[in-house]
């Protein structure tokens, strides 16, 4: 009977952890490939076609036979197949294009006001930050912290939340690079 409930709790478990692994590298693989991404390139049975190549401030790699290709903004799957197509139209027949990022591009929030860090933090590529998570990031909140105060600046926009409603499950708000997190500060 233990036995039966151990097992039952490891599968769980299990089942647990291999869909937050799922998750994980769904969200990588749904990331776009940016500027200063380092991409790493394999053909299937083509070893001199194996390169590293830095995208770009314009978002571009120079790539075997195919020349300057626009990766920006792209998955890696989008990249893969316009690199497959290319190198099947003249040089591969049938060419088997693997992409992956060997470095993510560093890229940042910062978050100002009433936190114990203030300053830049930078955002994780194998996952999606939210405002909560950023301000942990930044030391959490200081003594002179006003919760129910927190602004989202991104592109010239405003926008004002509690920190009660962000912890919420559906009130998580995703943070985007460049934005800026200010806490407020509390009336004594």
């Known amino acids: 009977m233990k036995l039966n409930k151990l097992l039952k709790a490891f599968a769980l478990w299990l089942l647990v952890a291999v869909a937050a692994v799922q998750t994980s590298s769904a969200q990588v693989s749904a990331r776009k490939i940016l500027p200063n991404d380092v991409l790493l390139i394999r053909v299937l049975n083509e070893p001199d076609m194996m390169a590293e190549k830095k995208v770009t401030a314009d978002g571009k790699i120079d790539y075997y036979f195919i020349g300057e290709v626009d990766v920006n903004d792209k998955t890696l799957a989008e990249t893969q197949k316009i690199i497959r197509d290319k190198l099947d139209a003249d040089y591969l027949v049938d060419p088997q294009v693997y992409v992956e990022v060997k470095q993510y591009a560093l890229q940042y929030v910062t978050v100002t006001g009433q936190v114990n860090r203030p300053g830049q933090v930078q955002l994780p590529p194998d996952h999606q930050m939210d405002i909560v998570e950023a301000i942990g990031a930044a030391g959490d909140f200081n003594r002179f912290a006003n919760k129910n ?13 509690s920190y009660d409603d962000l912890k919420k499950p559906d009130g998580r708000v995703y943070v985007e690079p460049e934005d800026v997190i200010e806490v407020a500060e509390s009336k004594l």
């Open 149 to 161: 105060r927190i602004e989202l600046r991104r592109k010239q926009k405003t926008t004002r939340y």
